[in-house]
């Protein structure tokens, strides 16, 4: 059974159009992220959920908007897409967060290639 | 600024020990994460040090020192499939991961 799961896992689309990814996890964390890792593989906070609330929320452009129908889910949702959102998209969960040892869960990751 | 430095790329041989240098410049600090990246996949945590000294796994090994905002991250007995990205993240006073952009490891036969 996958802990942290994330689909697609590959997506290309064209300039403007709308998308979304999902995750889910089945390890009962209480904590979800979403991560964008660019081509020089830095990875970006985006968006962070304790129990469906949202606690983080990084500088990100408003046509990315998450969603978290319950604590084991958190989608992402891309609106008007443009060259620069071509990356790797990783979901995380952890237990809790505003504790020291936050161990992170990753997903596989969702390539985006906008074209 | 929030700061993470490590090297972009090092290379090593199969059964010898490499070291990977981290530091790191946080507004506060509650640890310092360790994670192995192999092309194409999920990072996967390695280690998780909060206080000053060595903590060993196996053959992975990794130190900190607060004072110096240093740590390293050491391998021994290099092994092929140890050849991945290791990304070092600094855990700042709110509790936020500042991560580096990885190192990449590179084993030769």
């Known amino acids: 059974d996958t802990a942290v799961s994330q689909t697609p896992k590959y997506l290309v689309t064209q300039m403007g159009n709308d998308k979304s990814i999902k995750c889910e996890q089945n390890l009962g964390h209480d904590t979800m992220y979403w991560y964008k890792q660019d081509s020089k593989k830095f990875l970006k906070i985006m968006f962070s959920?304790?129990?469906?609330?949202?606690?983080i929320n990084e500088t990100v452009p408003n046509r990315f908007s998450p969603k978290s129908p319950d604590k084991a889910h958190l989608n992402l949702h891309i609106n008007s897409l443009e060259l620069g959102d071509s990356a790797v998209y990783f979901c995380?969960?952890?237990?809790?967060?505003?504790?020291?040892?936050?161990?992170?869960?990753f997903g596989a990751g969702s390539r985006l290639t906008v074209l | 600024g929030q700061n993470i430095d490590q090297p972009t790329e090092m290379t090593a041989t199969e059964g010898a020990i490499v070291q990977i240098n981290c530091t790191y410049q946080?507004?506060?600090?509650?640890?310092l994460f360790w994670y192995q990246q192999h092309a194409g996949e999920a990072p996967t945590f390695l280690s998780y040090n909060v206080l000053d000294g060595l903590e060993e796994k196996g053959r992975f090994s990794s130190f900190l020192s607060r004072s110096k905002g240093y740590s390293y991250l050491l391998l021994k007995e290099l092994q092929m499939k140890d050849s991945a990205s290791y990304l070092c993240?600094?855990?700042?006073?709110?509790?936020?991961?500042?991560w580096g952009a990885g190192t990449k490891l590179i084993i030769k036969p």
């Open positions: 946080t507004s506060g600090f509650n640890g």
């Open positions: 993240a600094a855990m700042d006073s709110n509790y936020q991961l500042i």
């Open positions: 995380a969960s952890s237990q809790d967060t505003g504790t020291g040892a936050n161990v992170l869960t």
């Open positions: 959920y304790n129990n469906k609330e949202l606690i």
